[in-house]
Structures are given as structure tokens and as C-alpha cells.
């Protein structure tokens, strides 16, 4: 099992500079899923199993879709914030016509042109282009693994819903078997009733118990079927694709496989991998280039020019005046004092670096509690896995031996009865516990900041 972008997420983790390799791993993995659903990379194949069901919400769910989107924008942002850092190139252009006897330049000209094109270069900005571009550059990095957390979250949804639909199915089928097993034992009393070995009694009471059985078959039935609209509000399925009206028939079982994880290692690898916890890191950083750009105004700026200037004048009586060349020179400014705005600027900076630094410490101490709560919770979800396992099987023999004994005319049609009963509720309480167990489990490796156990196989 490997954890999600794990060994990209390892070499950028100080500093994201692979954030490239992050988002061509990415693309690469959005274009796996549009291969796996299919040729219009939106239809769900048939039947849909775990993995599939991953694999396609990686490129539908609109949770991952929004933050893939929050990437792109902070890209154009990154951009953005490095234009003052080059060359900057403009060209202007005028013309003016107007009566000989208003003109400022000559007496009698009447109509003149400008044409200019000028590039500019900032040479010292008080270090507040680099620490914005910086910062930018920072909140991208944000954003990736505000995308890891995305997926971590909605991939564990798309886990939970395929269980359920698992679990309401095999619900169903419980709940099939008991009436059917209610079903022949009516007619067996009915038999016995005809040649008077057992009370009509008896055939009553079989009979109330088939009729309290049908309506938790209904509800199995209502619970299943809202599962599967669940799981496709879950994976993303759009209302045009078919699938929204005909959903593919769902593969898999809840056999569980119990996983150990020790409480010390587990709280290491939180710190070390939940991408909430590295996400506030990468604010924090991105708060101290914002109070370097904040304070760059405290500082004159200086930029270099140059430019090529074309500038023509008309005459009444014929003829023209003309003037072209290259232009050089050297700018600065320098607020000397603006009223106290750039102090107020640093220290609103200053302010959200400190409120990073308690999100961070709130944020840790939430992923301590989520870990131990994750551990103890498959604890409890391992230990009932055993203890129903273990009840099923002996509900399933005391059932066995109850219809053997009442057969025999040893034993009562109640004790059949209850019999049946315990088995029904053991069989679902074992259904329950593997499904506890594999939620717990999944939840765990998102605490931890695992990810999905399939991606990536």
C-alpha cells in the first residue's frame, strides 16, 4: 500500500520546488482516470469496483476539480507578481489637430504627432518584489497540498460510500435469506398443523413472525438504494451521464483485513505527512515575505529607463517639423512619510504571521486528537470483528440444531423461532463490524496522512 503522491510529496516537502513534477504527476493521473472510465471520461464502468470508483472520482469529484482550479489561480498570481521584476515595455501614441492660432508649439502649425516606446527596469524595490514573488510562490505551494487534503478527504467519502453500498446490499441479502427461511418454516407448521402434530398456534405465530420480518427487508431495501445515490453524488457523476440514471452494479465484498499501527509511529507520520498541518507551514512562511513586502516601502525605489520617442509637427504653409531619438534615464521615489499607511501595513502583516502560527498549533493539536480517536476507534472496530465472527458462527449452529430438535418433537417453534432471530442479528452485526473495521482503518491512514491505499498501485 502506498500512501497518495507520496514520493513527490517526500521531495518537495521543505520547499515544494518540485511543484512541477507534483502537477505533471497530477495531469498524468486525471488522464489514467479519463482511460480507465472510459473513451468521454465519463462514464462508470460496469461492474464498478473499489478501485474504479477511485480512479474515476479522482477526475469527476468537484471537490478535487474546485481545488485543482485553486492551483491555476495561484499560478496566474505567481505570474502576476514577477512582472515588476522584469523589463517592462509600453508604446504610446498621440495625435492632435487644432487651429494654427491655438497651438502651444509653433504658430502656425496645426495638427502634431507623438509615437514613444519605452522600457523600464526596476533596479532596487526595497526587497518587496522578491518577497512578494516569494510569497506567491509559497501559496501555491498552499495550494498543492490544499489539492493533497482535497483528495485525501473525498477519496475517503468515495471509501465510505462504496462500504455502505456493500454493506445495504449484504443487508438485503440478510434480510432475503431470513424471510425466506421464515417462509418455509410457515409451511412447515402449516404441514404439521394439517396432520395435527402442532396447534394452529403455531402456525399463527409463524406467521406473525414473517410479517415483522418484511419491513426491515424494506428498509435494507431503501437503505441500499439510497447508498448508491449517495456514492454517485460522491464520485462526481454528472447528471448527463448515463450512469445517472441506470448505476452500474457494484463489485466487491466486506471481508476485512485487520492492520496494527502503533500510537507513536502513527503521531510521526501525522506531523510529517498531513498535508493540513504542512499547508499552514507554507502560510506562515508566505506571512514573513508579506511583512518584508509590506516594509519595502519604507525604502526608495530606482528603476532605469529607456525609450525611443518620434515627434512630428504639421505647417499651415507646407512643409514640417520633426523630432526623433533614443531616450535614457534614471527614476526614483521615495515616500518620505505617508501618514503612517506602511506601518499600519506591517503591522496587519505581523498580525496574520502570529494568527498562522496559532492556526498551525490549533491545527496540530486537532490532528493529535484525530490520530488517537482513528486508533482507538479501529481498536474497538478489531476487537468487534472477532466477537462477531465468532457469535455468527455458533447463532448459525443453534439455529441448526433448533430445527433439528423441533423436527424431533423435541423443542418448541419458539425456540426455532429465536433461534432465527439471534442468527439474523448476528449475521448483520457481523456485516456492521467489517464495516467499521474498514472505515476505521481508511480513516486512520488519512489521519496520519496516508491517503487512499489504491492510489498509486
Known sequence: MKPLFSPIFHSVRPRMKNHALFLMAWFALSASAVHAAGPAGAVLPDPLDLKSAIVYALDHNYAILQSRELIRQQEGIVVQVKAPGIPNVAATGSYQRNQSTVSETFPLSNAQWLAQVKAT??????????????????????????????????????????????????????????????????????????????????VLRAQVALANAQPDLIAARNDYRI??????????????????????????????????????????????????????????????????????????????????????????????????????????SWAIFDGRATAGRVIQAKSQVQQARLAFSQEELAVDVEVRQALSSLQ???????????????????LRLADSRFKAGTATQLDVLTSQVALTQARTNQLQANYTQLIATASLRKAIGLGDALVGE
Request: a negative charge; aromatic letters at 6%; proline letters at 3%.
Open 121 to 202: 527596469q526596476v533596479l532596487f524595490a526595497g526587497g518587496g518584489i522578491h518577497a512578494s514573488v516569494r510569497s506567491a510562490e509559497l501559496l501555491r505551494d498552499a495550494a498543492l497540498l490544499d489539492l493533497q487534503a482535497s483528495i485525501n478527504a473525498a477519496l475517503l467519502d468515495v471509501r465510505t460510500r462504496f462500504y455502505a453500498v456493500l454493506l445495504n446490499r449484504e443487508r438485503v441479502r440478510v434480510q432475503e435469506e431470513n424471510v425466506d427461511l421464515l417462509v418455509r418454516q410457515v409451511r412447515d407448521t402449516k404441514n404439521q398443523a394439517a396432520v395435527g402434530t402442532i396447534s394452529k398456534f403455531e
Open 227 to 332: 447508498s448508491i445515490e449517495q456514492m454517485r453524488q460522491s464520485l462526481g457523476v454528472p447528471p448527463s451521464d448515463p450512469s445517472s440514471r441506470d448505476f452500474p452494479a457494484v463489485s466487491g465484498s466486506l471481508a476485512s483485513a485487520p492492520e496494527a499501527f502503533a500510537l507513536e509511529s502513527a503521531l510521526a507520520s501525522a506531523h510529517a505527512h498531513r498535508p493540513e498541518l504542512l499547508r499552514l507551514g507554507k502560510l506562515e512562511e508566505a506571512g514573513e515575505h508579506t511583512v518584508t513586502s509590506a516594509r519595502s516601502t519604507y525604502y526608495p525605489n530606482l528603476s532605469v529607463y529607456g525609450a525611443y520617442e518620434r515627434v512630428g509637427e504639421g505647417l499651415v504653409q507646407g512643409g514640417s517639423f520633426n523630432a526623433n531619438g533614443w531616450l535614457l534615464g534614471v527614476q526614483s
Open 380 to 398: 474497538e472496530a478489531n476487537e468487534l470483528v472477532t466477537a462477531s465472527q465468532q457469535t455468527s458462527a455458533e447463532a448459525a449452529e443453534a
